[in-house]
C-alpha cells in the first residue's frame, strides 16, 4: 500500500542509498521506497502512464506549506519519496516490466506470485500479463502451490490448469499434501479439487475459484421494511439512555454502562451524548446505534449479560448460536463467548462437521479436536464429500487438519497390527477375535467397533465359519468384552495423535 503522506514528504538524496542502474538516472522526478529500504529513482510520467493508482496519487493537490518566491523556482528540489509495502526485489519486476530495459527477470514461483500482486494491486496492465504468464509457466513443477495462488487471485483457467496437473501427477496418490499457499484460500476451493480429483478429472463443469451449487434454493428475502417495534423487558425501560437498533427494525431500551460492562465492542459505537441522530425520534434519547444482528440474536446476546433476564438458548439451533458467537467476538462479550464454550458439547452430535469448522474459526483448539473425534467414525470420503458454505468462509487449513487427522488415526491402528495380543487385554475374554479390521481402519473411531452393524457382521462371520482366524462359535458369544476391549485400545491410539501441529 503507498503511503499516504509519502509524496509531500521529501528527503535529501545525500541520505538515500546508493541507486543500482538503470534505476539512478538524475532526471528521475520520484524516488520509490521498498519495505526493506531498497530505493529505484524513476519518473513520474511512466508510472502514470503504466498505473492509474499511481497517476491518481501523482494528481492529488499537494498542499504548499509556505509560497514560492522568484528564488524557490530556481532551486532543484530532491525527489519526493513514496514508501511501498512491498519488497525491492517486487518492486524491481513492476519497473522492468514498463521501463525498456528488458523483460523482469521472475525466475522463481515467490517473485512471479509477488510482482503479479503487487501489478494488479497497482493496476499495471502490462506487468500484470507478463508476469500472469510467468506464473503459468510453473504449473508442471509446483501444480498446487500454483493453484492455490490461482483461486487466491480468481484466474480460474489457471486454475482449471493447476488442477489438472495435481490429477495427472497423482499428487494425492500417496495422501494428502499441503502447502502453505493454501493457508490464504478458502477450504471451498480445495474441496473442489480434491472432488475434482476423486472423480479423475471428470467434472468438466466445475468452477475451481467460485462456489458450487448443491441443489438447494436459498430462502428469498422478505420484501418490505419491518415497522420499528420495542423490544420485550428488561429492554423496554423509558428510563433507558442508549437505543439499539437492529437490523428488523426493534429497539433495544439499555443503560450505558450496562453496555460499557457487558459488550465493550458495542460500547464503542455509541455516539457522544452530545450527538443527535435526527433519524431518531425525540422520545428514543440522545444515544442511538443501529447494529447489523436481528433482534434475536441482539436479544440472546444482552439476556445472557443482563442480571434479570432469562435467556433461552435452544438446544437444537447450531444456526442461532453460530450467530451469538458471531456477535459476540464481534463487541466482545467475553462472558458469552465463555458460556456457548461450556455448551459446545451438546452441539457437536448434531453437525460434527459444522461444529468442527466453527470451532477451528473461533481458534477454540480443544473444542474443534472433540469435534474431529467424532468425524473420525464417518469415512474419509464422506468428510471429503460434505460440503456447506461455511467452506467458502474458513481458509483450507481446518479442512486438511480433519483429513490428515483422520488419516494419520487411521495409520496408528494399521500400524498395531492385527495380533490379538494387541488388541484384547487381559480382563477380556479371549474366545472371539477377527483379523478383519478394514472398518477401523476406514473409520478409526472407538464408536465404530461398537456400532451395531459391526458387531453384527463380527458375529455372523463367527456363526457361519467364514473367517479362519476366529475359533469355533459357542452358544453364548462374549462379543461386548471384545468390543469393550478394542474400542478401549482405538480411544488409546486416537488420543496419541497428534491434532494441534496438522
Same mark, same amino acid.
Given at each position: 500500500?503507498?503511503?499516504?503522506?509519502?509524496?509531500?514528504?521529501?528527503?535529501?538524496?545525500?541520505?538515500?542509498?546508493?541507486?543500482?542502474?538503470?534505476?539512478?538516472?538524475?532526471?528521475?522526478?520520484?524516488?520509490?521506497?521498498?519495505?526493506?529500504?531498497?530505493?529505484?529513482?524513476?519518473?513520474?510520467?511512466?508510472?502514470?502512464?503504466?498505473?492509474?493508482?499511481?497517476?491518481?496519487? #501523482?494528481?492529488?493537490?499537494?498542499?504548499?506549506?509556505?509560497?514560492?518566491?522568484?528564488?524557490?523556482?530556481?532551486?532543484?528540489?530532491?525527489?519526493?519519496?513514496?514508501?511501498?509495502?512491498?519488497?525491492?526485489?517486487?518492486?524491481?519486476?513492476?519497473?522492468?516490466?514498463?521501463?525498456?530495459?528488458?523483460?523482469?527477470?521472475?525466475?522463481?514461483?515467490?517473485?512471479?506470485?509477488?510482482?503479479?500482486?503487487?501489478?494488479?494491486?497497482?493496476?499495471?496492465?502490462?506487468?500484470?500479463?507478463?508476469?500472469?504468464?510467468?506464473?503459468?509457466?510453473?504449473?508442471?513443477?509446483?501444480?498446487?502451490?500454483? #493453484?492455490?495462488?490461482?483461486?487466491?487471485?480468481?484466474?480460474?483457467?489457471?486454475?482449471?490448469?493447476?488442477?489438472?496437473?495435481?490429477?495427472?501427477?497423482?499428487?494425492?496418490?500417496?495422501?494428502?499434501?499441503?502447502?502453505?499457499?493454501?493457508?490464504?484460500?478458502?477450504?471451498?476451493? #480445495?474441496?473442489?479439487?480434491?472432488?475434482?480429483?476423486?472423480?479423475?478429472?471428470?467434472?468438466?463443469?466445475?468452477?475451481?475459484?467460485?462456489?458450487?451449487?448443491?441443489?438447494?434454493?436459498?430462502?428469498?428475502?422478505?420484501?418490505?421494511?419491518?415497522?420499528?417495534?420495542?423490544?420485550?423487558?428488561?429492554?423496554?425501560?423509558?428510563?433507558?439512555?442508549?437505543?439499539?437498533?437492529?437490523?428488523?427494525?426493534?429497539?433495544?431500551?439499555?443503560?450505558?454502562?450496562?453496555?460499557?460492562?457487558?459488550?465493550?465492542?458495542?460500547?464503542?459505537?455509541?455516539?457522544?451524548?452530545?450527538?443527535?441522530?435526527?433519524?431518531?425520534?425525540?422520545?428514543?434519547?440522545?444515544?442511538?446505534?443501529?447494529?447489523?444482528?436481528?433482534?434475536?440474536?441482539?436479544?440472546?446476546?444482552?439476556?445472557?449479560?443482563?442480571?434479570?433476564?432469562?435467556?433461552?438458548?435452544?438446544?437444537?439451533?447450531?444456526?442461532?448460536?453460530?450467530?451469538?458467537?458471531?456477535?459476540?467476538?464481534?463487541?466482545?462479550?467475553?462472558?458469552?463467548?465463555?458460556?456457548?464454550?461450556?455448551?459446545?458439547?451438546?452441539?457437536?452430535?448434531?453437525?460434527?462437521?459444522?461444529?468442527?469448522?466453527?470451532?477451528?474459526?473461533?481458534?477454540?483448539?480443544?473444542?474443534?479436536?472433540?469435534?474431529?473425534?467424532?468425524?473420525?467414525?464417518?469415512?474419509?470420503?464422506?468428510?471429503?464429500?460434505?460440503?456447506?458454505?461455511?467452506?467458502?468462509?474458513?481458509?483450507?487449513?481446518?479442512?486438511?487438519?480433519?483429513?490428515?487427522?483422520?488419516?494419520?488415526?487411521?495409520?496408528?491402528?494399521?500400524?498395531?497390527?492385527?495380533?490379538?495380543?494387541?488388541?484384547?487385554?487381559?480382563?477380556?475374554?479371549?474366545?472371539?477375535?477377527?483379523?478383519?479390521?478394514?472398518?477401523?481402519?476406514?473409520?478409526?473411531?472407538?464408536?465404530?467397533?461398537?456400532?451395531?452393524?459391526?458387531?453384527?457382521?463380527?458375529?455372523?462371520?463367527?456363526?457361519?465359519?467364514?473367517?479362519?482366524?476366529?475359533?469355533?462359535?459357542?452358544?453364548?458369544?462374549?462379543?461386548?468384552? #471384545?468390543?469393550?476391549?478394542?474400542?478401549?485400545?482405538?480411544?488409546?491410539?486416537?488420543?496419541?495423535?497428534?491434532?494441534?501441529?496438522?
Amino acid at each position: 500500500m503507498v503511503d499516504a503522506s509519502s509524496p509531500n514528504k521529501t528527503t535529501d538524496c545525500a541520505d538515500l542509498p546508493q541507486f543500482k542502474a538503470p534505476y539512478d538516472r538524475t532526471d528521475g522526478d520520484v524516488i520509490l521506497r521498498s519495505c526493506d529500504n531498497i530505493s529505484y529513482r524513476v519518473h513520474r510520467i511512466i508510472l502514470m502512464m503504466a498505473s492509474p493508482v499511481f497517476a491518481d496519487m #501523482f494528481n492529488l493537490p499537494q498542499p504548499s506549506e509556505s509560497p514560492v518566491t522568484a528564488a524557490d523556482q530556481l532551486t532543484v528540489s530532491p525527489p519526493a519519496v513514496v514508501d511501498l509495502t512491498e519488497d525491492g526485489k517486487t518492486i524491481r519486476g513492476l519497473l522492468d516490466a514498463c521501463y525498456p530495459f528488458g523483460d523482469p527477470i521472475l525466475d522463481d514461483l515467490d517473485t512471479a506470485r509477488s510482482v503479479l500482486e503487487a501489478a494488479m494491486k497497482y493496476e499495471f496492465a502490462k506487468a500484470t500479463r507478463f508476469s500472469e504468464r510467468k506464473l503459468q509457466a510453473f504449473v508442471t513443477r509446483e501444480p498446487l502451490r500454483v #493453484f492455490a495462488i490461482a483461486c487466491r487471485l480468481n484466474f480460474e483457467e489457471m486454475a482449471k490448469s493447476a488442477a489438472e496437473q495435481v490429477h495427472s501427477q497423482s499428487l494425492f496418490k500417496q495422501g494428502m499434501v499441503y502447502v502453505e499457499e493454501l493457508d490464504q484460500v478458502p477450504a471451498g476451493c #480445495f474441496h473442489r479439487l480434491l472432488q475434482y480429483y476423486r472423480r479423475r478429472g471428470q467434472w468438466q463443469e466445475l468452477k475451481f475459484c467460485t462456489a458450487h451449487a448443491h441443489g438447494s434454493k436459498g430462502k428469498g428475502k422478505r420484501g418490505g421494511k419491518r415497522r420499528v417495534s420495542d423490544a420485550p423487558p428488561p429492554f423496554d425501560s423509558p428510563e433507558a439512555d442508549v437505543i439499539i437498533t437492529t437490523s428488523d427494525n426493534v429497539c433495544f431500551r439499555v443503560q450505558a454502562t450496562f453496555i460499557s460492562m457487558a459488550a465493550p465492542g458495542l460500547a464503542d459505537r455509541l455516539p457522544a451524548r452530545s450527538t443527535l441522530d435526527t433519524n431518531v425520534k425525540e422520545d428514543c434519547g440522545d444515544r442511538h446505534v443501529s447494529v447489523e444482528e436481528d433482534s434475536r440474536t441482539l436479544a440472546g446476546l444482552l439476556q445472557l449479560c443482563h442480571p434479570t433476564a432469562t435467556p433461552d438458548i435452544p438446544a437444537d439451533d447450531l444456526d442461532y448460536i453460530a450467530c451469538l458467537v458471531h456477535a459476540a467476538r464481534k463487541y466482545r462479550v467475553e462472558k458469552v463467548i465463555w458460556l456457548i464454550k461450556l455448551l459446545w458439547p451438546r452441539y457437536i452430535p448434531l453437525d460434527p462437521f459444522r461444529t468442527y469448522f466453527l470451532a477451528s474459526s473461533y481458534g477454540w483448539t480443544s473444542e474443534a479436536r472433540t469435534a474431529a473425534d467424532v468425524l473420525l467414525s464417518k469415512t474419509i470420503e464422506s468428510i471429503e464429500g460434505w460440503y456447506s458454505p461455511i467452506l467458502e468462509d474458513i481458509h483450507t487449513r481446518p479442512y486438511y487438519r480433519i483429513l490428515a487427522y483422520h488419516a494419520k488415526c487411521s495409520a496408528a491402528i494399521s500400524a498395531t497390527g492385527t495380533e490379538m495380543t494387541a488388541w484384547l487385554d487381559d480382563d477380556a475374554t479371549k474366545t472371539i477375535y477377527c483379523s478383519n479390521f478394514e472398518a477401523l481402519l476406514q473409520r478409526p473411531s472407538p464408536q465404530t467397533i461398537k456400532d451395531d452393524s459391526t458387531v453384527a457382521k463380527l458375529v455372523a462371520l463367527i456363526l457361519e465359519k467364514k473367517c479362519s482366524s476366529c475359533p469355533p462359535p459357542s452358544r453364548s458369544l462374549p462379543h461386548v468384552a #471384545f468390543c469393550n476391549s478394542t474400542a478401549s485400545k482405538v480411544k488409546e491410539l486416537v488420543e496419541k495423535v497428534d491434532f494441534d501441529t496438522l
